[in-house]
């Protein structure tokens, strides 16, 4: 399985501001996802990052307020815009090898805003 | 709508008392069903995938059963290491996401 390295793990920020999350695998994969985790809630996905277009948004989820990058097949980034307290959140990148095989996922950023 | 229910929300068991987690799910079509365990302050972890019904999975202490409706998650004689929330996913057939229950919350006392 593929080593998923996520920065910064946790962060306090101020309302407002943006705050982006980087997501580094070990490996080339084809899919890289973006999944949200709320306090006592399960994940929901934000979005598929992919390469070399744009990323695809669930319903709920807008370009504006959480821009994605993927500039190559290991490293994605995740952009929280103009933050309030409720992104307050786990926010998880997970990464899929081939296209049967299971979801792998990063230790996740622990994001506070205050 | 898709939707995966897990029950109970919390588990507390004795050391060595086995119990079963369920996973009921609702999909027009299954293409995967998945087990994961999520420790405090750290991503899911991949345990099992069950793809028809009939199927089983196991590790070490944990089995994994799957029916046309639901998974089971039995664990046998557990350890407080077992101590951990376990997530269970469906990937529904020509899609590429999962979705995901809310998870039980177990707790093994010594």
């Known amino acids: 399985s593929a080593v998923i390295s996520q920065k910064p793990s946790r962060d306090i920020c101020q309302r407002g501001t943006s705050l982006t999350i980087q997501c580094q695998v070990d490996?080339?994969?084809?899919?890289m996802f973006w999944y949200r985790q709320q306090p006592g809630q399960s994940l929901t996905l934000i979005a598929t990052?992919?390469?070399?277009?744009?990323?695809?948004?669930e319903s709920g989820f807008v370009i504006d307020k959480f821009p994605i990058s993927r500039p190559n097949l290991t490293f994605s980034t995740l952009t929280v815009s103009n933050m309030s307290p409720e992104d307050s959140s786990i926010y998880l990148c997970?990464?899929?090898?081939?296209?049967?095989?299971?979801?792998?996922f990063g230790n996740g950023t622990r994001l506070t805003v205050t | 709508e898709d939707q995966v229910t897990q029950s109970p929300e919390a588990l507390r068991l004795q050391e060595g008392e086995s119990s079963s987690l369920n996973c009921s799910y609702t999909v027009s079509g299954l293409r995967g069903l998945f087990w994961y365990r999520q420790d405090p302050g750290k991503g899911p972890e991949f345990l099992f995938t069950?793809?028809?019904a009939g199927e089983e999975k196991e590790k070490e202490r944990l089995k994994a059963t799957l029916t046309k409706k639901e998974s089971f998650l039995h664990i046998t004689a557990p350890k407080p290491e077992d101590s951990a929330t376990y997530l269970c996913a469906v990937r529904e057939d020509s899609s590429y996401k999962l979705i995901f229950g809310s998870g039980t919350r177990l707790l093994v006392r010594p």
């Open positions: 069950l793809y028809s």
């Open positions: 490996s080339q994969v084809t899919m």
């Open positions: 990052a992919n390469q070399g277009s744009e990323a695809t948004y």
């Open positions: 997970s990464v899929r090898t081939e296209s049967n095989s299971p979801l792998h």
